[in-house]
């Protein structure tokens, strides 16, 4: 769902246009800023030598706001020789960004759009999607999550229904976790955590264990590590996939429809205000949920 996007350093030296690029971008809002590349912050910085001391602290105080919550890592190739346009393309041509979007194209690139014709109406590259609606299968659900898990480093599944014998949730935390071991080298993963509810239908803290131990290591690929948390059910009802960045939210939950009625689902980028408050109810922490079982661990080895 999210569509990344390089953005040229310099467009942000303008405040009215700062302004006006920065309201657009964010993981909430579909659309992210490639750190392309990883001194993109710096590059930004280097272009207000020219700025008026109020200009240059409202742009400074904006591109905050975008490294928290609009920024997209990117394993990516860059020559110091080169203009920046001039390594975009090059970049795109081996990892595509959604589009390059820069003040002039002058060779009227295809993969560049220009910062005056960006227009929601007019231009399909630009315009965000915030929901989707899938069909409840593997594919389509990582399709939907596969941006933003491929570079987070934190990740929390969350669906109080979860059960680790069934294949109907099986296939799609196995998709999920495909995505992460695929990423590109250097990119490391602090943790990914699976957090579902406990009642008494639930079963106890040593039948839960010995079924995850039974049916995960076999989906998890080898080198990642999942922790398991239970929650008090009663206190849990949506179903997430939290990062660091940003969030989606399902409504229906991360198991396939596997002949059900319920064939399709509507997923929702989380805005920046209840994503924040959501990821910290769910970290161990919480004085939101009772935190029943938090000490499981299972070890890949697919």
Known sequence: MLKEYALQPELLSSWPVCRDLSEKFGYGRGRVIARYPRRWEQ????????????EKLRIVERLTILKKFALYP?????????A?????????????????????NPDTSAAVICQADLDELE?????????????????????????????????????????????????????FLQVVAQRPPGIPVARIEIHTGYDDSAGTKSFFEAECKRHLPSIVPRGLKIRLMR???????????????????FATGHDEHD??????????????EPYVKTWREYQRDSPIFPLIEDDLIIEGIA
Not at 85 to 104: C, M, T, W, Y
Not at 261 to 272: F, G
């Open 43 to 54: 590059m930004v910085l280097d272009a207000l030598k020219d700025c008026m001391p109020v």
């Open 74 to 82: 990117r394993h990516h190739e860059w020559d110091a020789g080169k």
């Open 84 to 104: 920046w346009l001039d390594n975009a393309l090059e970049e795109h041509a081996g990892r595509p960004f959604s589009a390059i979007i820069v003040q002039k």
């Open 123 to 175: 231009e399909p590259r630009w315009q965000a999607e915030r929901q989707r609606r899938i069909e409840r299968t593997a594919i389509e659900m990582a399709a939907c999550a596969a941006t933003l898990l491929r570079n987070a480093k934190e990740i929390l599944f969350v669906d109080p229904y979860f059960t680790p014998k069934d294949q109907r949730f099986k296939r799609p935390l196995q998709a």
């Open 231 to 249: 929650w008090d059910r009663s206190y849990l009802h949506n179903r997430f996939i939290l990062t660091e960045y940003g969030g989606l939210k």
């Open 259 to 272: 002949g059900s009625a319920r064939t399709h689902d509507i997923v929702d980028l989380l805005e920046p």
